[in-house]
């Protein structure tokens, strides 16, 4: 059995069952994904998720500053480019900015919306 609730993880149950189940977890996470955004992108999410998952505490603290540090230089950047720019957009109303949203919703996994 696996249950998680963010940071409260309970396993319980034989290996090949634990195994089991984590597979049909990655592949209905997989399946749910590639619905939504495609199967590359389906792949590229779950490779992260075991990437991040192999790393410790520290190289996780690492990753997650990395990332905020490039949130705050799109931010910036399209800060920049809104003010320089005063035009009425018929973007979606997050940024308005694509690639802006792009990374938002990588990070976050759905975006500014």
Same mark, same amino acid.
């Given at each position: 059995?696996?249950?998680?609730?963010?940071?409260e993880?309970?396993?319980?149950?034989?290996?090949?069952? %634990? /195994?089991?189940?984590?597979?049909? $977890?990655?592949?209905? &996470?997989?399946?749910? @994904?590639?619905? #939504?955004e495609?199967?590359?992108?389906?792949?590229?999410?779950?490779?992260?998720?075991?990437?991040?998952?192999?790393?410790?505490?520290?190289?996780?603290?690492?990753? %997650? /500053?990395?990332?905020?540090?490039? $949130?705050?230089?799109? &931010?910036?950047?399209? @800060?920049?480019e #809104?003010?320089?720019?005063?035009?009425?957009?018929?973007?979606?109303?997050?940024?308005?900015?694509?690639?802006?949203?792009?990374?938002?919703?990588?990070?976050?996994?759905?975006?500014?919306?």
């Amino acid at each position: 059995m696996l249950k998680v609730n963010f940071q409260e993880t309970e396993i319980k149950g034989s290996e090949p069952h %634990i /195994l089991t189940e984590f597979t049909m $977890l990655a592949r209905n &996470l997989r399946k749910l @994904l590639a619905e #939504e955004e495609g199967v590359e992108y389906a792949d590229e999410q779950i490779a992260k998720c075991v990437k991040l998952s192999k790393m410790t505490p520290e190289e996780l603290d690492r990753e %997650i /500053l990395e990332s905020l540090n490039k $949130l705050v230089e799109k &931010l910036a950047s399209s @800060l920049t480019e #809104e003010e320089s720019s005063k035009e009425s957009s018929d973007a979606e109303p997050s940024t308005g900015n694509s690639a802006f949203d792009d990374f938002l919703k990588n990070l976050f996994g759905g975006g500014a919306k």
